[in-house]
Structures are given as C-alpha cells and as structure tokens.
T-cell receptor
Framework: DQQVKQNSPSLSVQEGRISILNCDYTNSMFDYFLWYKKYPAEGPTFLISISSIKDKNEDGRFTVFLNKSAKHLSLHIVPSQPGDSAVYFCAASGGTSYDKVIFGPGTSLSVIP | EAGVVQSPRYKIIEKKQPVAFWCNPISGHNTLYWYLQNLGQGPELLIRYENEEAVDDSQLPKDRFSAERLKGVDSTLKIQPAELGDSAVYLC??????????????FGPGTRLTVL
C-alpha cells in the first residue's frame, strides 16, 4: 500500500514556464514533507521541505504548497530551466515513525529549451 | 566537504553469488541509511543506524541480507546468496540526528547491482 503517491510518472514543460509536480499521501499522521531531486547516476538531493503547521514554503524558484485536508502537496518551479530536468521525489514522515521517511515513486520532469 | 561515498558504483554477478556494498558517510553524521531503489520507484528503507546500533531493520530481508556498522562510521551491506529480484540500485544516505522531524538526508550515488 503506497502511502505517498505521485500519479504522474513524467511531465514536460517549456523553458520559462511553470512546472507543477503533485503528490498525494494517505497517512494522516504525516506532518513533515520533503522534495528530493535526482539526476541520472546520482543520488537524490534535498530540495525543499514543509511542516504541517504551514501551507506554503518558498525557496527561490521553488515553492511547496500543502493542503492538509486534501492530503495533497505540490511543488512549483517558476521559471523552469533546462537544468531542472530530473526525477523529483516527494517524501513524508510523521506519526510514530517521525524520523522515517517514506518516498513516492517520483515524477520525471523534462524542461524543453 | 566530501559527500557520501559508495563503492562499487556498478556490480554484475550471477545468481546465488554473494555481493557486498560499502558506504562511507559524511564526516560527523551519526545516522546512516541503506535504501533499495527499484526502477521507476522511490527509495525504500532497508536499515537505519544510529552510530553502531541498527535502530530500524524491519524491512531488511534477514534471510539473505546483512549489514554492519562496526565503528559507527562506514558500513557494509551484504547479500548472500543474490537472487534475480535483487537487481536494483542500493543507496546509502547519512544525516545528523538533530531530533524532531526527519533530518535532511544526504545520499551517495548508489551501487547498481545486476544479477544474471
């Protein structure tokens, strides 16, 4: 049973436009969410996080939005750049396993020049 | 600052053979993780160490997988014997233990295992 879902395996966006990556979770005990970015042949790298006490967190071109009632979060990248082309993993933690991170299956983003 | 180091980067073995992966975490990181990543999926935790203690090994298939972190620094993950279904990328990550919510994990490049 997947607790963290990323229903879009892939996404293509034109350079300069907005990229929106979506993530849904099923465990209502999750209270901390992270996004990791992965280039081919490299390990994932931390991108941005958000606590459940917030509904938005922004870091430069990256903004994460959290809708707790819908158990949904999204990552916005504005403007998208070719170097953003990578696999993006949504991850969550909380409840009795507050320090254990559950990863989603990832969304492959392609930013077209 | 050096990142998480893993070796080998690639390994091809025949089924039923043993294999071992090595990980050296970032200096000062007392928490170490081993993950399994299958194609098209996210990393799945196999085992987590706090210093030399395995604090979560619930997802480690203990009939064939073993791990150790004897001095609380580098770690080895072993599979014996390997099966075809073990073909995957094995990721190592490390973090500090600041407590509270999940700490940011720093991943190594992974070892891609192919079992023939």
């Amino acid at each position: 049973d997947q607790q963290v879902k990323q229903n879009s395996p892939s996404l293509s966006v034109q350079e300069g436009r907005i990229s929106i990556l979506n993530c849904d979770y099923t465990n209502s005990m999750f209270d901390y969410f992270l996004w990791y970015k992965k280039y081919p042949a490299e390990g994932p790298t931390f991108l941005i996080s958000i606590s459940s006490i917030k509904d938005k967190n922004e870091d430069g071109r990256f903004t994460v939005f959290l809708n707790k009632s819908a158990k949904h979060l999204s990552l916005h990248i504005v403007p998208s750049q070719p170097g953003d082309s990578a696999v993006y993993f949504c991850a969550a933690s909380g409840g009795t396993s507050y320090d254990k991170v559950i990863f989603g299956p990832g969304t492959s983003l392609s930013v077209i020049p | 600052e050096a990142g998480v180091v893993q070796s080998p980067r690639y390994k091809i073995i025949e089924k039923k053979q043993p294999v071992a992966f090595w990980c050296n975490p970032i200096s000062g990181h007392n928490t170490l993780y081993w993950y399994l990543q299958n194609l098209g999926q996210g990393p799945e935790l196999l085992i987590r160490y706090e210093n030399e203690e395995a604090v979560d090994d619930s997802q480690l298939p203990k009939d064939r997988f073993s791990a150790e972190r004897l001095k609380g620094v580098d770690s080895t993950l072993k599979i014996q014997p390997a099966e075809l279904g073990d073909s995957a990328v094995y990721l190592c990550a490390s973090s500090t233990s600041a407590g509270g919510h999940a700490d940011t994990q720093y991943f190594g490049p992974g070892t891609r295992l192919t079992v023939l």
